[in-house]
């Protein structure tokens, strides 16, 4: 699976474009945020899918930006997605209402992996 990855500009830019200010962050753990799906790539059975989700854990997980990580992990998760040839397909309802469940620790990042590959 030949699959590109996304950099932290990208994802600061997409911020920005949304919130129509530019975001407060902090670089290293934006950087730190997007090692996740790396890591997540290598074990050899991650998916388009795996991946994408591993996107928005980094955010949620390391919250980089001072307001609207759950709007960042979105953005990381679409920017992939969308840099590899997928969308999401779902409502927005719907993606977001499995977004916050794994925001909130509700359901896993297979679940929501799992969700997605249904979705794309």
Same mark, same amino acid.
């Given at each position: 699976?030949?699959?590109?990855?996304?950099?932290?500009?990208?994802?600061?830019?997409?911020?920005?474009?949304?919130?129509?200010?530019?975001?407060?962050?902090?670089?290293?753990?934006?950087?730190?945020?997007?090692?996740?799906?790396?890591?997540?790539?290598?074990?050899?059975?991650?998916?388009?899918?795996? +991946? @994408?989700?591993?996107? %928005?854990? $980094?955010?949620?997980?390391?919250?980089? /930006? !001072? &307001?609207?990580?759950?709007?960042?992990?979105?953005?990381?998760?679409?920017?992939?997605?969308?840099?590899?040839?997928?969308?999401?397909?779902?409502?927005?309802?719907?993606?977001?209402? +499995? @977004?916050?469940?794994? %925001?909130? $620790?509700?359901?896993?990042?297979?679940? /929501? !992996? &799992?969700?997605?590959?249904?979705?794309?």
């Amino acid at each position: 699976m030949n699959l590109q990855s996304i950099d932290a500009d990208a994802v600061v830019t997409m911020h920005a474009g949304e919130s129509n200010t530019t975001p407060e962050y902090d670089r290293n753990r934006l950087e730190a945020a997007l090692l996740h799906p790396l890591r997540v790539a290598t074990t050899g059975s991650a998916d388009v899918a795996s +991946i @994408a989700v591993a996107y %928005a854990t $980094g955010m949620l997980e390391q919250v980089p /930006f !001072a &307001n609207d990580n759950a709007r960042a992990a979105r953005l990381a998760m679409e920017l992939f997605l969308a840099r590899n040839g997928w969308s999401v397909t779902a409502p927005r309802d719907a993606w977001e209402h +499995i @977004a916050t469940r794994l %925001a909130e $620790g509700q359901c896993s990042e297979q679940e /929501f !992996a &799992n969700w997605l590959r249904l979705n794309l």
